[in-house]
């Protein structure tokens, strides 16, 4: 990510002929990378899907869909918490990069 963003920032100072001093990222500049991250870094992340149990993908399409975790799921959050893809009280992405790609992704298939 931090990559992309400093190679958009670049393109944007030649083009725009802005001097490198006064240049910052900005949340506007973060958002209209995050398409570019998501294609580049397409191995990373389905790699991370298809190392995923169906009960794991399962819980993340429903944390998605706004629904909470129940106790029957306590293994799972679990196992999702030491992957480092839920937050310990597994109701939220610690990454929202890769909620936003497992978002594309479940889209795709519908």
């Known amino acids: 990510m931090c990559y992309e963003l400093v190679e958009f920032l670049n393109k944007d100072i030649r083009a725009n002929r802005r001097e490198l001093e006064t240049i910052k990222a ?3 500049d973060v958002q209209e990378i995050i398409p570019i991250v998501l294609e580049r870094g397409d191995q990373y992340f389905r ?7 169906e009960n794991d993908r399962n819980l993340l399409q429903r944390i998605i869909q706004g629904e909470t975790p129940t ?3 306590k293994g799972t959050v679990r196992r999702l918490t030491r992957k ?5 009280e597994g109701n939220a992405f610690q990454v929202p990069l890769v909620q936003k790609y497992i978002e594309q992704l479940l889209e795709e298939e519908n």
């Open 71 to 73: 106790p029957q799921d």
């Open 26 to 28: 900005t949340a506007q």
């Open 84 to 88: 480092e893809i839920l937050n310990q």
């Open 47 to 53: 790699e991370i899907w298809n190392n995923l149990t």
